[in-house]
Structure formats: structure tokens, C-alpha cells
């Protein structure tokens, strides 16, 4: 498995706009999907936004519908998460997913590589 490269995060105040970007393999990039979940603290992980990327279609769990962003870029075999109108249960570490095994993609298990987790704070 090759190593998912994380970027972006950091800390804002609420309604504020962050960036993540995550890199894959050319193999991980064709397999059809790539997304972000993210797990904030004493919760369990959730799903974010899932994109294939052979149709560019997207999926958006309830809570971030509107406001959040997935899209890709096929030369740099990289998928983007734009935040915008970020609230404070936003907050959490977000994981880039890669190699998807079959299943709904929007269920941890159904996800083979994770990438390390990049810290997003929203402060109110």
C-alpha cells in the first residue's frame, strides 16, 4: 500500500474556510474512489464526502451538505475537501481513504488505506 499524503487543516473560528488536500498512487487514484472521513474526540469515525473519480461524482454525509466541497484533480492524482461555513462540531482529525474493498462507501471497513490525519479545529 502506498502511503496517502495529507495537507491542509489547521484552526479557525466558526463560519471560517479551510483546505484539505490528499494525494494517491496512480493505482489509488483509478480505483474509483477516494474520500475523507474524520473522528473527533470520544466519537466514533464518520464519513465526510466520497468522490468517485471516474464519474466526479460526489457524496456528502447529512452534516456537511452545502458547505463542504470534494473534487479532484486527475494530473496530480489528488482529491481536494473545501470547508466552508465551518462550525465547532466540525472539529476533528479528518483521514483521507484510498482502496476501496467493496461495501458502502461510507463505512470505515470498507476502506483499506488511511492516511495519517491532519487536525481541524473550529473555534466559536
Known amino acids: 500500500q502506498v502511503p496517502l499524503e495529507e495537507s491542509g487543516g489547521g484552526s479557525v473560528q466558526t463560519g471560517g474556510s479551510l483546505r484539505l488536500s490528499c494525494k494517491g498512487s496512480?493505482?489509488?487514484?483509478?480505483?474509483?474512489?477516494m474520500g475523507w472521513f474524520r473522528q473527533a474526540p470520544g466519537k466514533e469515525r464518520e464519513p465526510v464526502a466520497v468522490?468517485?473519480?471516474?464519474?466526479?461524482?460526489?457524496v456528502y454525509t447529512d452534516s456537511v451538505k452545502g458547505r463542504f466541497t470534494i473534487s479532484q484533480d486527475n494530473v496530480k492524482t489528488t482529491i481536494t475537501l473545501e470547508m466552508n461555513n465551518l462550525m465547532p462540531e466540525d472539529t476533528a482529525i479528518y483521514y483521507c481513504?484510498?482502496?476501496?474493498?467493496?461495501?458502502?462507501?461510507?463505512?470505515?471497513?470498507?476502506?483499506?488505506?488511511w492516511g495519517p490525519g491532519t487536525q481541524v479545529t473550529v473555534s466559536s
Open positions: 481513504v484510498a482502496d476501496h474493498r467493496g461495501g458502502s462507501v461510507l463505512t470505515s471497513h470498507s476502506w483499506r488505506s
Open positions: 496512480e493505482d489509488q487514484y483509478r480505483s474509483a474512489y
Open positions: 468522490i468517485y473519480t471516474g464519474s466526479r461524482t460526489p
